[in-house]
Structure formats: C-alpha cells, structure tokens
C-alpha cells in the first residue's frame, strides 16, 4: 500500500535558522510530490509542487524541495526562516496506480521563535 | 482566495443521521477530490471525481459517498454518522493532468453527536 511519512512532528526554530522538513513516500511507479502550508486558521495553500524535469523545485516564500528518486524523498529546505513561517506543513503525493490517489504525511507543526 | 467554496460552514450533527457536504469547484477545474482531517492530523484521502466519474477512492467505507455534477460541483454524503466522523471536511479542485495544482477550499466542520 502507499504511504507518506514526515519524520518531524514538531519543530522548533530560531529566526534566521535553517529548516529541513523530511518526506518520504513508499511506491515504485509515477508520482506527483507537493507540500502545502496551513497557517493558523486558514486553508492549506501551495507551496511547491514537482511532476517531472528539474528535481529542484523552487516555491513561495524562499521554500524549496528536492526530489531524489532513488530514496523516494522530497525534502523541504529554507535557508533561513522568519517568524512568520510559523504554521503546519504537509507533503502530499498523488500516485498513479490505474486511479488516482492523493496521500499526505502526517504534518510538521513549525514553530519559529523570534 | 482559492475560488473553491464549500457550504456548510459548520454543522452539527446526531450519531446515525446521513449528513450532505457541498462544494463549488474553481471555475474551469474538471475533477474534484474529498478529504477528511481530523485534528491534529493530515487531510486524509476520501475520493476523486473527474468528469462526474469516481477515479480514485481512499479506505473510506462506502457509507461515504460522493457525486460530481455537470458544473464540476460536487457533493459529499455520509450515511449511518458515527462519532469518529467528527472532523474538518476539504473539498480540493484542480484540472486533470500533469503539472496541475490542488486548491483547497476551507473546509466543512462536522460535529457528531
């Protein structure tokens, strides 16, 4: 069966430090990788996406994500965070098994002191 | 703003009743897919629609039941409620095939009761 799993619950981070969030997915065939953010009371937005090309991804607010196919990982990065990056994040994938199915990871709460 | 609507916002809800949860798809978006996220958890997978036909599904009993219409809206219905049922409901649209990105809308509250 297909699974996501995000290896940090729960982040805590000075501003100006840098974040990795990991994300990995179990399945061997075509693969749609997202994350998405969810601030405090709101819906969850886009904040990067990879489907095919370039395994480097870059997304809004500074948020990158490299896919590297042979540890079936999509790892989230910022260089240095800011206090109002403070929110949950999610790794999404969709597989392709003959329908569609969209899985996501369990969340990273992130929390930025200032 | 992500132009995806669902209604209600909030519902309450008696253990064993069916509920209806509504969704307006972004204009142009031809598949739609349901989540279920309960707190302190990440959206779970319920089913995807495209062009009125169920093409995915998530371990949801069938109890859980959807149907897209004509105009790309979609309906989420849920019968016999139980209490585990309690959670956010998302409704997320997109436009089949590669490179097409996932809105979300904000989601329905259910209580049960």
């Known amino acids: 069966a297909q699974s996501v799993s995000q290896h940090n619950h729960h982040v805590i981070l000075s501003e100006a430090a840098s974040l990795e969030l990991g994300c990995n997915y179990s399945y061997g065939g075509t693969v749609n990788l997202f994350w998405y953010v969810q601030y405090p009371g709101q819906h969850l937005q886009l904040l990067l996406k990879?489907?095919?090309?370039?395994?480097l991804v870059k997304g809004i607010k500074g948020f990158e994500a490299e896919f590297i196919k042979s540890k079936f990982s999509f790892n989230l990065r910022k260089p240095s965070v800011q206090w109002s990056d403070t929110a949950e994040y999610f790794c999404a994938v969709i597989f392709n098994t003959g329908g569609f199915k969209t899985i996501f990871g369990a969340g990273t709460r992130l929390f930025v002191k200032a | 703003e992500t132009g995806v609507t669902q209604s209600p916002t909030h519902l309450i809800k008696t253990r064993g009743q069916q509920v209806t949860l509504r969704c307006s798809s972004q204009s142009g978006h031809n598949t739609v897919s349901w989540y279920q996220q309960a707190l302190g958890q990440g959206p779970q997978f319920i089913f995807q629609?495209?062009?009125?036909?169920?093409?995915g599904r998530g371990n949801f009993p069938p109890r859980f039941s959807g149907l897209q219409f004509p105009n790309y809206s979609s309906e989420l219905n849920v019968n016999a409620l139980e209490l585990d049922d309690s959670a956010l409901y998302l409704c997320?649209?997109?436009?089949?095939?590669?490179?097409?990105?996932?809105?979300f809308g904000e989601g329905s509250w259910l209580t049960v009761v």
């Open positions: 997320a649209s997109s436009l089949q095939g590669a490179g097409n990105t996932i809105y």
């Open positions: 990879y489907f095919s090309g370039d395994p």
């Open positions: 629609y495209y062009r009125e036909e169920e093409n």
